[in-house]
């Protein structure tokens, strides 16, 4: 049992903005009205938040361990965890190793990420992994926008068959909801093309297109009754004039919910590299008069990181514009994979208007509850930095300081000089906790109302906002007190969320004969078993009438 007393407490999903009250966490792990006994944390003059969710990042499967040992250079110059009673030794870097993973998480204040692209037959390790990071409750999402033998079905027009195709593959990966990633392209990079234009029909396939398959898996997400809609990484990533990509795929997405992913990367305008520009302006406008999206940003920040993705045809070209090192994975009938090192610089014209766009896109969305602080970790930077992220919001003329390092005839391109909006604590609140843990259907995350989680993360009330938001004081998982003045004092095993959608009986008799066509691997050795989960807690969903 526990009671926090005195402190500040920002609780955006109940209201409360900065008022001071009183929390109190029962021996179940969640918040109650009192305890009649336990510690006492004195929290007066300090700041109380929910732990923090991640909407959107990479912490483990198979493209991590192929960014892991692609970079050992970054290993050798990044210094170890030192073990100690309640912590393992190991490394961090850009990619870290899981259970450092989780020491940074919760040594911010985050005690739920959600892994955001899982291919179906990696899923079983990526649980693996998973389970390795301690203290923060995990979700994934299932690759599924280039999946071979849906996209049959959609060709076929054979839509209800479609959407078993996807409630069967969910279960199977035992994962919370849908990844689509370029819908289409990474099908269409098998044949060396790409899939840029949503209304061309895809390379194999005689008049299944793009656009087709963004309404389609919406739909299927709506209709499975999945806690969180379809998350969308759009066609044209990072394309200069992708905007137009953008908005057409976003209209094709009326009625449906959905999340767009890392939407800095889907926001630039001019026709080439020397002309790219951000137009965020006309992004954000269009998530102000429609609140059926929300997103996350994918800050960009300066400096070294490594870029992962399941856009295996941008990430080839990212290779050819810089040269670094490459590597590219496919994965059976499922999705593909590509890895490049890169470096971030404010004297590079295209870096610095990434920089700022993220920045416009989460401060021109006037609506924190519709985008959510995230780097798409490790590809805009490393999550680690977020605090960076949270002083460049507060603060507008540390924004202007920042922006002279930029090279001066990026200014006509860009937005963020003429933004002077500045976060409030409230806005910090729902930005990094309330707001995600809302999109993502866990309303009982970034929410310290009576039942829900016991999860908070409590700040000395510093006039240097990173100092503060990177060195909270406590952070308490489920009730337990997880980090104390800077050091890890317990790391308990976090839950993994997963779905379990209505499935046809007759499912596995129309999967077997194809599975065994498409694939290498045996029909019963691809799902993967609920026992190899570490404390699943498994949401259960209701279809809903097409």
């Known amino acids: 049992m526990l009671r926090i007393t005195g402190g500040k407490v920002y609780d955006p999903a109940n209201g409360i903005d900065g008022q001071v009250k009183d929390l109190c966490i029962d021996d179940n792990g969640q918040f109650v009205e009192s305890v009649p006994g336990g510690r006492t944390i004195d929290a007066t003059g300090m700041i109380v938040f929910p732990g923090g969710v991640d909407v959107h990042t990479h912490v483990a499967g198979g493209a991590i361990n192929f960014a892991r040992a692609m970079t050992p250079e970054d290993h050798r110059r990044t210094q170890a965890f030192i073990r100690t009673k309640s912590r393992r030794s190991g490394l961090g870097g850009m990619a870290p190793t899981t259970f450092a993973t989780g020491y940074l998480y919760a040594g911010m204040g985050w005690t739920t990420v959600n892994e955001a692209a899982v291919p179906v037959l990696s899923a079983r390790h990526t649980h693996e992994e998973l389970a390795d990071i301690p203290i923060v409750d995990k979700a994934s999402l299932t690759l599924m926008a280039n999946n071979e033998i849906m996209l049959d079905q959609m060709e076929k027009g054979e839509f209800e068959r479609a959407k078993q195709v996807v409630a069967w593959y969910l279960w199977a990966a035992k994962s919370y909801g849908i990844k689509a990633v370029n819908p289409g392209g990474v099908a269409a990079w098998k044949y060396g093309h790409d899939a840029k234009q949503l209304d061309s029909p895809i390379d194999g396939y005689n008049r299944l297109t793009p656009g087709d398959i963004v309404t389609q898996l919406a739909r299927i997400c709506d209709e499975l009754g999945l806690p969180h809609p379809i998350h969308l990484h759009c066609n044209n990533l990072g394309a200069p004039g992708n905007i137009s990509t953008t908005l057409d795929t976003l209209v094709r997405l009326e009625g449906h919910r959905a999340h767009i992913a890392h939407s800095q990367y889907h926001a630039y305008g001019g026709d080439g590299w020397d ?272």
Not at 359 to 380: A, C, K, M, Y
Not at 467 to 482: L, N, S, T
Request: hydrophobic content about 35%; overall charge negative; aromatic content about 10%.
């Open 275 to 546: 002309t790219m520009c951000s137009k965020t302006a006309e992004l954000a406008e269009y998530f102000n008069t429609h609140p059926n999206l929300t997103t996350d940003a994918g800050a960009v920040l300066f400096g070294d990181t490594v870029t992962i993705t399941a856009d295996g045809p941008w990430q080839h070209l990212l290779h050819k514009l810089t040269g670094r090192k490459w590597g590219n994975l496919d994965v059976e009938n499922e999705t593909g994979c590509g890895i490049v090192p890169y470096t971030y610089r404010p004297s590079n014209l295209v870096n610095a208007v990434q920089w700022a766009a993220g920045l416009e896109l989460l401060l021109l969305i006037r609506d924190p509850w519709q985008v959510f602080l995230s780097t798409d970790h490790p590809n805009g930077g490393c999550f680690w930095r977020y605090p960076e992220i949270i002083h460049l919001l507060m603060n507008a003329d540390f924004r202007r300081e920042c922006m002279l390092k930029l090279p001066s005839k990026v200014k006509g391109r860009i937005t963020l000089p003429e933004v002077d909006r500045e976060y409030t604590l409230y806005e910090v609140a729902i930005s990094m906790s309330a707001g995600p843990a809302r999109a993502l259907g866990l309303r009982h995350k970034g929410n310290l109302g009576i039942g829900c989680d016991g999860d908070v993360v409590i700040y000395e009330e510093n006039a240097d906002v990173e100092q503060m938001f990177g060195h909270p004081r406590y952070v308490i998982k489920g009730g337990e007190v997880v980090l104390e003045d800077g050091d890890i004092r317990e790391t308990p095993q976090g839950k993994e969320f997963l779905v379990r959608p209505q499935i046809d009986a007759g499912i596995d008799d129309f999967m077997r004969p194809l599975f065994e066509d498409c694939y290498t691997m045996q029909f019963e050795n691809y799902p993967v078993e609920i026992e190899r989960l570490e404390h699943p807690d498994i949401r259960e969903c209701a279809p809903v009438s097409g």
